[in-house]
């Protein structure tokens, strides 16, 4: 009988693969392009990955021009009405 934790490992490997396996559909990669142009194909990740980067960074720096004031005037409170009450 296979054991709890052989089970757990080949759902982990199972889950994983699938995973990877979507990652590399979204992307265009297959197996075959990883062996033959191996090069190629972490160029355009990487190209992919800092393309996102950029498009996150600006909804970042727009989310962040209203959640820093806030966050920041919610800790000034804070402090102040932790002195009131020392």
Do not use: Q
């Amino acid at each position: 009988m296979i054991s709890k934790a052989a089970l757990a490992t080949v759902f982990k490997l199972f889950v994983a693969s699938l995973l990877v396996g979507l990652v590399m559909h979204w992307f265009g990669i297959t197996p075959r392009s990883l062996i033959v142009d191996f090069g190629a194909t972490v160029g355009r990740l990487f190209d992919a990955l800092a393309g996102f980067l950029g498009w996150a960074a600006e909804y970042v720096l727009y989310g962040a021009c209203v959640v820093v004031p806030i966050w920041l005037i919610v800790v000034l409170l804070d402090r102040a009405k932790g002195k009131r009450n020392s």
